[in-house]
């Protein structure tokens, strides 16, 4: 009997642990880097779970090669508008996204950008 508990409580362990990486809380900062590929190509971030609705993202840029676009982005819809990333600082990404849904950084290099760019920073879909 003690031999069940134990093997119990060790696979509850595993899952508990397991469950909380698929997607991170959106009020905590986790990092990205990302080469946003040319010529008006897209790429995303992991994603987040939004923990309030409506509220903007925060994107922090550190590393970044020229000027490119992001937006935040819901999975179940509520994309925001595109911001303009043209220098390293902090933006405020707008949108509806809903409380709960899997939330990614969007970024888009320009129609005229011929080399893919590199940025890199921290974010959080609050």
Known sequence: MKVRKKVF?????V???S??????????YESYSVTVPKLNFSVK???QT???A???ANLKVSTLGKAVDVRA???????????????TGTYNLPNDISKGDSTRAHFSSDLTTIVNVSVKGKWRSN
């Open 9 to 13: 409580a060790s696979i509850l362990a």
């Open 15 to 17: 899952l508990l642990l």
């Open 19 to 28: 469950v909380g990486s698929f997607a991170s809380a959106g009020t905590t």
């Open 45 to 47: 971030t992991d994603a």
């Open 50 to 52: 939004k923990s309030s």
């Open 54 to 56: 409506g509220r903007a």
């Open 73 to 87: 982005y819901g999975k179940k819809g509520g994309t925001g508008n595109w911001v303009r990333v043209s220098t």
